[in-house]
């Protein structure tokens, strides 16, 4: 079956260090790895995009990689703040016929702490 | 843009009772879809539509849901007979189809039933 897990329900870091993500998959050929941010109350953000043929993509203090060799993505946010605490989701979309349709993971609850 | 638009926010009704949930997709959108959030599955795809025709509905956990989309710029998600497990917060996202674009989220209805 179809499967998407991010590494970690939680995941609390010090303020200023780097947090690193991951998304891995199984029996899936995505074309586009998106990355979303929830906050509590909220509906996702849309954060970052990658294609299949990237390796990886930067945003500001965030930086996406693809391995469609290992199937996973890393999400890393430099110099992390308390501001970046929330739920980051990463989300699959196979193309094709389906473009459009996303498989999301369960999400990874990042803290950031002074 | 005022975004994604979603109504009620919030609604708590009894078993039996039928709820219907409603979507403004963002102007010049032309995918729409209905997704479920619970903390034990996540983020779930119940329907999506592109162009007003629904494309995928395989999500709908049963007869109980249904949704309609009559025109680009509304969509309905009705359950019919209401459930204690049907409690969740129901979110309603549109996207720019034909392109690799990311989805847009309203900010969701949390819908309890009792």
């Known amino acids: 079956s179809q499967k998407i897990e991010q590494n970690s329900e939680a995941l609390n870091i010090q303020e200023g260090k780097t947090a690193t993500l991951t998304c891995n998959y199984t029996?899936?050929?995505?074309?586009?790895l998106q990355w979303y941010r929830q906050d509590p109350g909220r509906g996702p953000v849309f954060l970052l995009l990658?294609?299949?043929?990237?390796k990886e993509k930067r945003k500001e203090r965030l930086k996406v990689t693809f391995d469609t060799t290992l199937k996973q993505s890393l999400f890393h946010i430099t110099a992390s703040q308390p501001a970046d605490s929330a739920t980051y989701l990463c989300?699959?979309?196979?193309?094709?016929?389906?473009?459009?349709?996303?498989?999301f993971g369960r999400g990874t609850q990042l803290t950031v702490w002074p | 843009d005022a975004g994604v638009i979603q109504s009620p926010r919030h609604e708590v009704t009894e078993m039996g009772q039928e709820v219907t949930l409603r979507c403004k997709p963002i102007?010049?959108?032309?995918?729409l879809f209905w997704y479920r959030q619970t903390m034990m599955r996540g983020l779930e795809l119940l329907i999506y539509?592109?162009?007003?025709?629904?494309?995928?509905d395989s999500g709908m956990p049963e007869d109980r849901f249904s949704a309609k989309m009559p025109n680009a710029s509304f969509s309905t998600l009705k359950i019919q007979p209401s459930e204690p497990r049907d409690s969740a917060v129901y979110f309603c996202?549109?996207?720019?189809?034909?392109?690799?674009?990311?989805?847009?989220f309203g900010p969701g209805t949390r819908l309890t039933v009792l």
């Open positions: 029996n899936y050929s995505p074309a586009y």
């Open positions: 996202a549109s996207r720019l189809a034909g392109r690799d674009n990311e989805q847009f």
């Open positions: 989300a699959l979309d196979s193309g094709g016929s389906t473009l459009g349709r996303l498989y």
């Open positions: 102007s010049g959108h032309n995918s």
């Open positions: 990658i294609r299949e043929n990237e």
């Open positions: 539509f592109n162009n007003n025709v629904p494309i995928d």
